[in-house]
T-cell receptor
Framework: NAGVTQTPKFRVLKTGQSMTLLCAQDMNHEYMYWYRQDPGMGLRLIHYSVGEGTTAKGEVPDGYNVSRLKKQNFLLGLESAAPSQTSVYFC???????????FGSGTRLTVV | AQSVTQLDSQVPVFEEAPVELRCNYSSSVSVYLFWYVQYPNQGLQLLLKYLSGSTLVKGINGFEAEFNKSQTSFHLRKPSVHISDTAEYFCAVITAQGGSEKLVFGKGTKLTVNP
């Protein structure tokens, strides 16, 4: 039982490059979230999903896209990376609203 | 839409002293409330949660929090802190009634426990 696994753990991109971050959970959770964490800003919600095939925008969705084709996977895409997207990205999942949420260990992304 | 305000960005305390980390939320509907802890270079770990019922909630590592509906607060407390409690603490809220399943976090409070 691995919980929530984020891939990759570290990545350096050049401005304009694209990439996909993968979040995988093996707990059969319905809810999945993508956050970015920046110093002094806390965690800001990028996109989230309430079940397979669904996605919704969070607080800071611009520049990101997501997909939830399989229940266990939630993908975060950057089509054209910008230095402002340098951050630590966290994925979280939960069984239901009041369940409490399990976090991955994060992906540290640097855009140069 | 719900929001969370953590009133202190940094809280320094001495070992074995009590501590309170403050959290206020705004929402027009019923909410679920959470406190998470993040140790350096790690992900977030759930400390405790308020869903309904008793307003005093006990969590792991000796922490507890009190839900105050009239004050819209959910402050975190520990009667005696240890060096190992040094970490960043986040308060979070989600609407209890569906319709908006956004889990929203405050900006965090860095707790530093000094010897």
């Amino acid at each position: 039982n691995a919980g929530v696994t984020q891939t990759p753990k570290f990545r350096v991109l050049k401005t304009g490059q694209s990439m996909t971050l993968l979040c995988a959970q093996d707990m059969n959770h319905e809810y999945m979230y993508w956050y970015r964490q920046d110093p002094g800003m806390g965690l800001r919600l990028i996109h989230y999903s309430v079940g397979e095939g669904t996605t919704a925008k969070g607080e800071v969705p611009d520049g990101y896209n997501v997909s939830r084709l399989k229940k266990q996977n939630f993908l975060l895409g950057l089509e054209s990376a910008a230095p402002s997207q340098t951050s630590v990205y966290f994925c979280a999942s939960g069984l239901r609203l009041n369940y409490g949420y399990t976090f991955g260990s994060g992906t540290r992304l640097t855009v140069v | 839409a719900q929001s969370v305000t953590q009133l202190d960005s940094q809280v320094p305390v001495f070992e074995e002293a009590p501590v309170e980390l403050r959290c206020n939320y705004s929402s027009s509907v019923s909410v679920y409330l959470f406190w998470y802890v993040q140790y350096p270079n790690q992900g977030l770990q759930l400390l405790l949660k308020y869903l309904s019922g008793s307003t005093l909630v006990k969590g792991i590592n000796g922490f507890e929090a009190e839900f105050n509906k009239s004050q819209t607060s959910f402050h975190l407390r520990k009667p005696s802190v240890h060096i190992s409690d040094t970490a960043e603490y986040f308060c979070a809220v989600i609407t209890a009634q569906g319709g908006s399943e956004k889990l929203v976090f405050g900006k965090g409070t860095k707790l530093t426990v000094n010897p």
